[in-house]
Nanobody, 122 residues
Framework: QVQLMESGGGLVQAGGSLRLSCAAS????????MGWYRQAPGKERELVAAVTGGGSINYADSVKGRFTISRDNAKNTVYLQMNSLKPEDTAVYYC????????????????WGQGTQVTVSS
C-alpha cells in the first residue's frame, strides 16, 4: 500500500557531505512520523533522526551538529543532510515512516525502505 523510495547513498571521504532522500507513495492519508535509521555490520539498527507529526525532531547524540533532517509535506519526502562525515557513519541507512492510510480508521502502519549504503572512507 505504501512504498518508500530511498536515494542519495554512496561513497564519500571523511569530512565530506551527502544528502539522502526518501519519498513515500501509495495509499497515504497522513504520515505521523518519518525518520532515518542505520545499521552497520554486526550492530543493531539505531535511530539517526526522526520528525514527528507534531514537528518535533530527535537526533542521535553521535550525529548532533552534523546531520540535519527535513521534510517536504507536499512531496511526502524526508531528507537527511549529512555533513562532516566520519568512517563511523558507514552503514546501511533505512527510511522509516508511520503512515495512516484510511480517513476512517486510525490504524497507522510502519513502513521501511530497502536501505541505501553509505560508505565513508578515512
Amino acid at each position: 500500500q505504501v512504498q518508500l523510495m530511498e536515494s542519495g547513498g554512496g561513497l564519500v571521504q571523511a569530512g565530506g557531505s551527502l544528502r539522502l532522500s526518501c519519498a513515500a507513495s501509495g495509499r497515504i492519508f497522513s504520515i505521523n512520523v518519518m525518520g532515518w535509521y542505520r545499521q552497520a555490520p554486526g550492530k543493531e539498527r539505531e535511530l539517526v533522526a526522526a520528525v514527528t507529526g507534531g514537528g518535533s525532531i530527535n537526533y542521535a547524540d553521535s550525529v548532533k551538529g552534523r546531520f540535519t533532517i527535513s521534510r517536504d509535506n507536499a512531496k511526502n519526502t524526508v531528507y537527511l543532510q549529512m555533513n562532516s562525515l566520519k568512517p563511523e557513519d558507514t552503514a546501511v541507512y533505512y527510511c522509516n515512516a508511520l503512515v495512516r492510510s484510511s480517513s476512517m480508521w486510525n490504524y497507522p502502519n510502519n513502513y521501511w525502505g530497502q536501505g541505501t549504503q553509505v560508505t565513508v572512507s578515512s
